[in-house]
């Protein structure tokens, strides 16, 4: 079996801009866009933008990590990589899709693999009713924010706001407030991965609110539609000791 057409790609870090010239020098590789492998080297949040480069193409990515986390990479290791990717295991991620529309009327689409999260933005905290599947579950949310986190991205900043971690063959997704002021108890909800979430915001000019999805944030919004992107298959590569599954499952056993 021929050996997988592999691009290397690196973060604009020293530690990955060397390992990036010790790979290309050591393996044979290809111009990215003939790749059937992408071999990305940095941190989680490189990781995130080479997902977001190459979305909506049928190409699958091997991270390494010479960054800080490392949480959605494999560990970093110079021998023995092609066969790596030969035995690695492909997980298949689908992420999210924003709709945000702004107090002026203007409409926004961005992608989020790990979350689409509303934020305030002034000293004030945000009022936004939360409506699933067209039915209104949460007349007013007094909050910092509130998010909706796929199973990937549960264990960022979703766990960090108490949100639960999801596996990722769950078919769930994590509704998960930040700082909720009222009601005081409220720590969200798990919704089938089909559903779609619609926040308003109900006092925009007061209250105002970003949404965020990823890389792209937009300010001043009145609502936001977060819905799963089925359209877009995303595949990562990993270590067969060290899978994504598996460490989803570690960290909600983690001291």
Partial sequence: MPPPKVAFVAANTPE???????????????????????????GDGFMLQTLHRFLGREVAIFGMNRGSVGFLLNEYREAGLLPRLRRAMAVKLSPLRMHATTVKGRVVEAIGINEVALLRETRQT????????????????????????????????????????IPLGAGLLALTAISPFRPRRWRGALLPNGARVEMRVL????????????FTEVRDVSSVLVEEDRQHALTLLFDPEHNLEERILKEQFAP
Avoid: W
């Fill in 16 to 42: 990955a801009r060397a390992a990036l010239r010790r790979l290309t020098q050591r393996y044979p590789h290809v111009p990215a866009a003939r790749a059937e492998i992408i071999v990305a080297l940095g």
């Fill in 126 to 165: 945000a009022h936004i009713e939360v409506s699933v599947d067209g039915q209104v579950r949460m007349p007013e949310l007094a909050c910092d924010g509130v998010l909706v986190s796929t199973p990937a991205g549960s264990t960022a900043y979703n766990f960090s706001a108490h949100g639960p971690i």
């Fill in 203 to 214: 006092d925009p000019q007061k209250r105002p609110v970003s949404a965020v999805a990823d």
